[in-house]
């Protein structure tokens, strides 16, 4: 499956040399326009926004691509090894696990992708607070 992302225009160059480009992995369910509020604060870089297949409003996606093998593959087909990864949540965890098995890039910015909720109490909790 094809990733969705938005891009800056990333023909522009910063003082004569090439723009960094950042690709940005949003939390379960997220959608690249998350990331706008980092995009405008840093114009210097060339970004690349990710959305969740499925997640756009438009599309279907089987619930069998969000198995790790397919989400790996799905972000791997974005990454380059001169890419900068900036990874929310499960995001980050994911891209986390692209590294593990050997996905090779710049530098990845991994926020908040705690490895999951400890206790069963907790789990039940933030269960119930999905579900309204």
């Known amino acids: 499956m094809d990733a969705n992302y938005q891009h800056s225009d990333n023909n522009s ?5 090439k ?7 949003p939390g379960f369910g997220g959608a690249g326009g998350d990331f706008m509020p980092l995009v ?5 870089c ?5 959305t969740w297949p ?17 989400l790996c ?18 995001g980050g965890r994911l891209t986390l696990e692209c590294m ?4 090779e890039l710049r530098a990845a910015i991994i926020v908040a992708a705690v490895p999951g909720i ?3 109490k907790e789990r039940r909790s933030r269960k119930d607070a999905d579900d309204i």
Do not use: H, I, K
């Open 46 to 50: 060339d970004w690349r926004l990710l």
């Open 73 to 90: 593959e799905w972000l791997e087909s974005v990454v380059r090894p001169t890419d900068v990864v900036f990874g929310y949540s499960m």
């Open 118 to 120: 400890p206790s069963q």
């Open 100 to 103: 593990a098995r050997g996905m």
């Open 54 to 70: 499925g997640c756009d409003g438009t599309s279907y996606v089987d619930p069998q691509f969000y198995q790790r093998d397919r």
């Open 40 to 44: 405008e604060r840093l114009p210097s």
């Open 19 to 25: 723009r960094p480009r950042v690709v940005a992995v």
């Open 13 to 17: 160059t910063m003082s004569g040399t």
